[in-house]
Structures are given as C-alpha cells and as structure tokens.
C-alpha cells in the first residue's frame, strides 16, 4: 500500500503561482511512477503530469503548454508540481497517484494508477 497526501493548494491570482506537494508512505515510493490530474467542477478528472521512478522521463498533458513543472524527490518521498503563469481554468481539485510500473516511464492514463491521494483545492481568480 501507498498512501498520498497532497498539500499546496489554495488561492492565488490569475498569473501567479503555486506549488504542490505529495508526500508518500508506506512501500518503497522510489519503485512507483507517480503522476498528478485534476477534476473542475462539473468536469471529468483529467490528466496532468506524470514523472518516472527516478524522475528522468515526464510527459505533461499539451494543455499545460510549457506552464507546469513536475518533479520527485525519492529520497523524501515527495512528488512536486510547479504551477505558473496560472489561469482561472486550472481552477480544480487536484490529486496525486502512483502506479507500480516494471520499468522507468511515465503513466498518463488514470487506470493504471493504483493509489490516489484525497486531492488539494487550487482556486485561481481572475
């Protein structure tokens, strides 16, 4: 088992920044590739981010367009997502997971992933 927990989220300005945090614990969280996705409200969950075990490979969602940047520290057991120039559209709920994979490339779709964390509020206004 692997439990996540998010922090960071919060209300910023549209064109500000913020970044999340997911901490990790239970089964060797290096072994996991691990990727972020967000719900809006009325919206279905949709993909983010994602960064392999050793956080060498990452593939973001084109949306992102350059804006988000994620990031692990195995050793800490933490999963970042940097969040800049923000818009009023990347208003959601946004929630970290990580998926058991057998080798060192990112996931992107939401079934592979087998742990979620309860998810962190990021409001941007305009």
């Known amino acids: 088992q692997v439990q ?3 922090s960071g989220g919060g ?12 901490a990790a614990s239970g089964r060797t969280f290096s ?3 691990a990727g972020w996705f967000r719900q809006a409200p009325g919206k279905e969950r949709e993909f983010v ?3 392999s075990w050793t956080g060498g490979r990452t593939h973001y969602a084109d949306s992102m367009n350059g ?3 994620i990031s692990r520290d195995n050793p800490k057991n933490t999963v970042y997502l940097q969040m800049n120039s923000l818009k009023p ?3 959601a709920v946004y929630y970290c997971a990580a998926a058991g994979t057998f080798t060192d490339y990112p996931r992107t779709l939401q ?3 087998s742990y979620w964390g309860q998810g962190t ?6």
């Open 67 to 69: 804006r988000f940047t």
């Open 4 to 6: 996540l927990v998010e």
């Open 49 to 51: 981010a994602a960064i």
């Open 11 to 22: 209300l910023v300005q549209a064109g500000g920044s913020l970044r999340l945090s997911c």
């Open 121 to 126: 509020q990021v409001t941007v206004s305009s």
């Open 111 to 113: 079934n592979e992933y």
């Open 31 to 33: 072994r996991y590739a």
């Open 89 to 91: 559209e990347d208003t």
